[in-house]
């Protein structure tokens, strides 16, 4: 059974930073291309960027770009989000899915991040 | 980027009635070297994560029933359920995954009376 679980969320102020963790389970990690979509309070998802299965490339939403890092370790089936100088409007659950062709097959549960003072 | 745009933002019916929401692109997303329209549809179900039920705007997903059909090309794509249920109470999202950056639509809430 596939499964895809964040950590890593909470509380924390403007201008900080915080890095997301989604351990995988039940496939091969390393065949994968992974994403990170993030679903606003209003209910809007935007996506954040993606990552190739080895790790050797990557996308990003260019409204994203210069803040959130997306990186992986297949050794450790864990697809990570580095998030810095987040602000109010990165209030949001974060989502990491398996992807094919760029849709995405599976899902996590999400992780809760809240950028307040 | 692709502007995703779906109607309407709300739909309520009855179980057993036939149910369709829209989700127009502002460029086409059938690709021509592979006829293929970049074009999913996920269901949200309250309190859970997105579940993909369409991709390529008709392939159903395994285990997805078949009251499920996606339709459309090019610009224009519907999701049709044939005969709602009650567990179909759900947000329905669109989404492009022709060209970066990946973008959604702002999701259909049905409803059931």
């Known amino acids: 059974e596939v499964q895809l679980v964040e950590s890593g969320g909470g509380l924390v102020q403007p201008g900080a930073s915080l890095k997301l963790s989604c351990v995988a389970s039940?496939?091969?990690?390393?065949?994968?291309?992974m994403s990170w979509v993030r679903q606003t309070p209003g209910k809007t998802m935007e996506w954040i960027g993606d990552?190739?299965?080895?790790?050797?490339?990557?996308n990003y939403a260019p409204s994203l770009k210069n803040r959130f890092t997306i990186s992986r370790d297949n050794a450790k089936s864990t697809l990570y989000l580095q998030m810095s100088n987040v602000r109010s409007e990165d209030t949001a659950t974060y989502y990491c899915?398996?992807?094919?062709?760029?849709?995405?097959?599976?899902w996590g549960q999400g992780v809760m991040v809240t950028v307040s003072s | 980027d692709i502007v995703m745009t779906q109607t309407p933002s709300s739909q309520a019916v009855s179980a057993g009635e036939k149910v369709t929401m829209s989700c127009k692109s502002s460029?086409?997303?059938?690709?021509?070297?592979?006829?293929?329209?970049?074009l999913a549809w996920y269901q949200q179900k309250p309190g859970q994560s997105p579940k993909l039920l369409i991709s390529?705007?008709?392939t159903r997903e395994s285990g997805v029933p078949d009251r499920f059909i996606g339709s459309g090309s090019g610009t224009d794509f519907t999701l049709t359920i044939s005969s709602v249920q009650a567990e179909d109470l759900a947000v329905y999202y669109c989404?492009?995954?022709?060209?970066?950056?990946?973008?959604f639509g702002s999701g259909t809430k049905l409803e059931i009376k």
């Open positions: 390529w705007a008709s």
């Open positions: 990552i190739k299965y080895d790790g050797s490339y990557t």
């Open positions: 989404e492009q995954y022709y060209d970066t950056p990946l973008t």
């Open positions: 460029q086409s997303l059938l690709y021509s070297e592979n006829k293929k329209n970049y």
């Open positions: 039940g496939f091969t990690f390393s065949d994968y291309w």
């Open positions: 899915t398996r992807d094919r062709h760029g849709y995405k097959s599976y």
